[in-house]
Each structure stands twice: as C-alpha cells, then as structure tokens.
C-alpha cells in the first residue's frame, strides 16, 4: 500500500526579551545556574506574576506576520503537573483564549514551488527550568534560570506531508521570527525547540490516523531524520495489520531512533483553569495598528519583490531573502554595480561559498557590499573576466584592499588593448597550422567549436587576462 | 455524571494528593454529588453568556521590559535542603 504522512509541529519559540515573562529577571543565556531565578520564578509564597509588555507585543508580531486574527481578550491559564524544575506546579500558559488565532504562511520547497500552511493557534506562555540528573550522587540538580522565559508557542495544521516540507516550514518560519526580531532563532540554543505530531494514511484517504508525538527535537536536520524515522516505524506496524498507539516518542540522536517516554511522564491530566493571578489581556484596533506600522517587509514580501524588481529566479529570491542580513547585503550590491543578476550570482556562489569554509557569519564577511560590486562594476566594464575576478575576491577576502587596488598591483587588468591583442592571436594561429587547417575545412556548426581551442590558447598567452570578446572577434576576422 | 474509584485515585495521584484507602470510597461519593450539582449547572443555558476568566471587571496591566531583579542565589539558596554547584538537588526523577 502507499502511504501519506500527515505531520503538524509544535515550535516553541524563546521571544527575544530581555527579561521573564512574570518577573524582572534577565534572561541572558549561559549564565551561572540559578543567579537569574528571582522569588517569582522560584515560586516563593506570596509571590505574584506581572506580564511584560514586550511579550504581548512579539506575539502581537508573529500573528500579523502570518495574517492571523489576535485575540482582543485573551486569557492566561495554569497547565497543572509536578516536575521539580517547575516549582509553581504549574505552567502558566494559554488555553482556552491565545493570543493568536488562526493564520498561515507561505513556503518554498526546493525546487522552487511554493504552498501555505495553516497555523492554528500560537499562545504565549512560560519555560520550565533545567534538570541536569548526571552527577550528583544519584539526586537531581535543577537550574531555574530558564524558568519564566518567554516562549511562543506556535501549533500548525496538520499540512505538511513529508520531511523535506516540516524541513521548509521551520525554516519559512525561522526566517520570519528573525526578520522580526521576536527571536534570536539560536536552536543551538534551545530558542526552537519542536514537537513533530505524525500519522499515516493510505494514499487517497482523508481521515486522520492515529499519531505519535515526538517531543523537544532541536535542530532541522533532526526533524528531517526523526520524521524519517518515524515514517518507517509506522509503515511496519501498519503493513503487519498492527495498529498505532498513540504516544508521546522521543528522538535520540545518537542512535537515530524514536522511542516511547515512559508512561508515568505522560500519563498527565493536565486541568487546565483560569490563572486567578491575571486579568484578561485586552488587546485593541489602535494597538494592533500601532504594532502594523513597524513590522519590517516581511520575507514573502521581499521574496516576490526580488523576482518583479531584479528578475530572480524563485529559487534565488528564497536564498537571497532567507535573512535580513543577507537581503540587505545583496541589494548594497546590486546598488554599487547596478546588475541584479551578476550580483545575486555572486552573493550565492561566491559569498555564501567564502562564509561556509570559513564557518562565518555575514556580521564576520571581510569583504564590505559596496566593495563587492566594485568589483562586479569591474566584470561589467570589461577591465577583468569573471574568471580573474574570482582571484581578485580571493585577495579581498585575504584583507588585501579593495578590487581596483589589486587589480592594479597584481596586473590583472584584461587586456584590451586591439594591437596586442592583434599580436597574440596570429602568434597563436601561426604556431597551430594544423589546426587552422582543420577549422577552415569544417563548416559553420564545427567551427564554433574548433575557435574554443584558439581562445583559449590566447588565454593562456595572456595569462587569463585577454578580454574575450575582442579575442572572438579577431580570431573570426583572422581565420579565413 | 459517575466517577470510578480508579480515576480518583489517579488523579488524586496527579495532585499528589495522598487519599487512605478506607476514605475513597468516600471522597468517590462526595465527588460524584458535586459532579451531580455540575451536570445540573451545565443544564442552564449559557449560549449569549461570555466566559468569565476573572471575576474582577479589570483588564491586566502590563510591565516593561526591564531587568530589575538582581541576583540573589544565596539568600535563595541558604534555605534550600540541598545544593551544589550552584544547582538546587533534589531527589532524582529519572531511573
């Protein structure tokens, strides 16, 4: 039988503030354990949460971003369960009333086609703290520094179909929070943090199967496998008659498996009620049009902006407005060399390929934007090949100035000059006979390929540097 | 509505409420009247009633974002029954 998977996520999403959620402690990561876990986070007796403002607003962000409609009255409520890095004994969280509804968004896949996925709900709510069980005598050591962290909670529909699309949701949805500004996106980190909810059913049905969940996956490529892996645990048990049950998984990377959580950490009710300690968030149309009027242009926006305004493919539009950063980048490019598609080329190829064997971030990009397309503006007027070119971004890259200064020290310039050139190409065709012979006596679609030999023998006398345009058009004067 | 015994001792599990066996059968009875009372409430027809989250007619009041608590681990930690590196130590929770 074939098999459709049908996969929803979870993403929990850390929000950049710089305080909790329900008390002033910091929230910088990596600090000692437990110097950022004030009285509210320890749940001291008497103790009383004050939402932030800063929270409500990134989550006010990401519903406007996906087009949802944001809860004007939206309630906070207590999830109810005993783990001792949780020392209220409950999480505040959202249930009945998020402060996001329904949305969606859009996503590229990898060969270029695009499809929008439902968002359900997204809903603002606090982190648990740290439990560390290794080393300490057979007791548990808890650090509650990441306990009242900020997260959003963002559930999909279930439409996503295979590994490669969660793959290109998390991404789409990286991408936004960043350009945002409502997450650092640091999955190292723990910022996003996943949950993948997976089922199986025969090709051509539309009810739902039983699913799985697998819980706290934090890395795509771990998504991708998990999803995998999954996939394949199902389709056995299915095709031996079994059934699934439906159960909390988790991925152990090191293995690369999915394995069942023991049943007294899921066997939870969690009774949900109205949190007595906070009033009903109220959200109005003059807020709502406030937070409107500074989100950025969003990556869907400026993916379709670079296809109409520099005629980029889908595909490059995706790489190029994946982040602010690198979007940026490339329209200081195309601003200092005025050519669109030589310049997004360039970025992909050349930048991205620089930035990834030296394990760098576009913040650490030796080579400025506008000194870039200086040296696109080079290519174009002619003064170098692209092949050339490629050596000079070497020498930037190295911290060896900028384009026209190593052109110039290093004589790279091309060779443009006609008498010269003139020079070169009947040395080249008085020391090959045989070869002029050849391409005289062939016809117009041989040719073309016979002068390839002629070029590139000038080339090599010039040391790369003949422009080759003007090398075509003496070798067609000359060979005749 | 009914309620076995079976789910009140597991929820009274979840609670970490601790229930003696010869009041169970009690507390099942107690709990069942009450579900009773809510099955007659739930009769009621509440169709043009908005939910109440709170009974105070009030809507929350928001902070800014800024650190304003400092460290104060040690004071935290000086009443705590155990701790090490840093860390509270608590009985393990994992096998």
Not at chain 1, 254 to 266: A, C, I, N, W
Request: net charge negative.
């Amino acid at each position: 039988m074939q098999w459709e998977t049908v996969i929803g996520l979870e993403v929990h999403l850390q929000l950049a503030t710089r305080s909790k959620i329900f008390s002033g402690s910091a929230t910088t990561f990596g600090a000692e354990p437990n110097t950022q876990a004030s009285a509210v986070d320890l749940a001291m007796p008497g103790m009383l949460p004050v939402l932030n403002a800063k929270a409500v607003r990134y989550a006010v962000m990401f519903g406007l971003g996906i087009g949802a409609d944001i809860g004007r009255r939206s309630v906070f409520d207590r999830k109810n369960y005993f783990y001792p890095d949780l020392p209220k004994g409950y999480q505040i969280s959202q249930f009945e009333a998020p402060i996001v509804g329904r949305g969606n968004f859009e996503i590229q896949l990898d060969d270029g086609s695009t499809r929008s996925i439902g968002i359900t709900r997204a809903h603002l709510e606090e982190d648990a703290g740290k439990s560390l069980h290794e080393d300490f005598h057979g007791q548990t050591g808890i650090d509650l520094n990441r306990a009242g962290t900020p997260l959003l909670e963002i559930v999909s529909e279930p439409d996503l179909r295979n590994a490669a699309e969660a793959v290109a949701y998390l991404k789409a949805l990286h991408s936004l929070v960043t350009y945002l500004g409502i997450s650092d996106g640091n999955m190292a980190e723990g910022s996003m943090r996943c949950d993948i909810n997976i089922s199986l059913r025969p090709v051509g049905s539309d009810t739902l199967g039983t699913r799985a969940e697998i819980k706290n996956v934090n890395s795509f490529r771990f998504v991708e496998k998990a999803i995998r892996h999954e996939f394949e645990r199902q389709v056995e048990i299915l095709e031996d008659g079994g059934r699934i049950v439906q159960e909390t998984r988790l991925y152990d990377a090191d293995l690369d498996e999915t394995r069942p959580m023991r049943s007294k950490e899921v066997a939870n009710d969690y009774r949900y009620f109205p949190e007595p300690d906070l009033l009903p968030v109220v959200i109005d149309e003059a807020y709502i049009e406030s937070v409107r009027a500074e989100l950025p242009e969003l990556p869907v926006q400026k993916r379709h902006r670079f296809v109409d305004q520099y005629g980029l493919s889908g595909y490059d539009a995706n790489v190029l407005a994946d982040s602010r950063e690198l979007a940026d980048y490339f329209e200081a490019v195309v601003a200092a060399c005025g050519d669109a598609k030589i310049a997004a080329n360039w970025v992909q190829v050349e930048l991205l390929g620089q930035l990834n064997r030296g394990e760098l971030a576009l913040g650490d990009c030796p080579v400025s934007a506008t000194a870039l397309g200086g040296l696109i503006g080079r290519i174009l007027d002619n003064s170098i090949s692209g092949k050339i070119a490629k050596q000079v971004f070497e020498a930037m890259w190295q911290g060896e100035g900028r384009a026209d200064e190593i052109i110039e020290a290093r004589g790279l310039k091309q060779v443009s000059d006609s008498g010269e050139l003139e020079a070169m190409v009947e040395q080249v065709i008085a020391a090959s006979p045989g070869q002029v012979e050849q391409y005289l006596a062939a016809d117009e679609d041989r040719r073309k390929k016979l002068v390839g030999f002629f070029v590139g023998q000038v080339m090599k006398l010039s040391k790369g540097q003949a422009n080759p345009q003007m090398v075509n058009e003496l070798l067609a004067k000359k060979l005749v | 509505m009914a309620i076995g015994q079976d789910e009140i001792e597991k929820i009274a599990e979840l609670a970490r409420i601790r229930i003696a066996p010869d009041q169970i059968g009690d507390v099942t009875r107690r709990i069942t009247d009450i579900l009773g009372m809510v099955d007659q409430l739930q009769a009621a027809d509440t169709k043009d009633v908005e939910p109440m989250a709170n009974p105070l007619d009030a809507v929350q009041r928001l902070r800014a974002d800024e650190v304003t608590e400092e460290n104060r681990r040690e004071a935290f930690q000086a009443i705590a029954p155990a701790v090490e590196n840093g860390l509270y130590l608590v009985p393990r929770v994992v096998e």
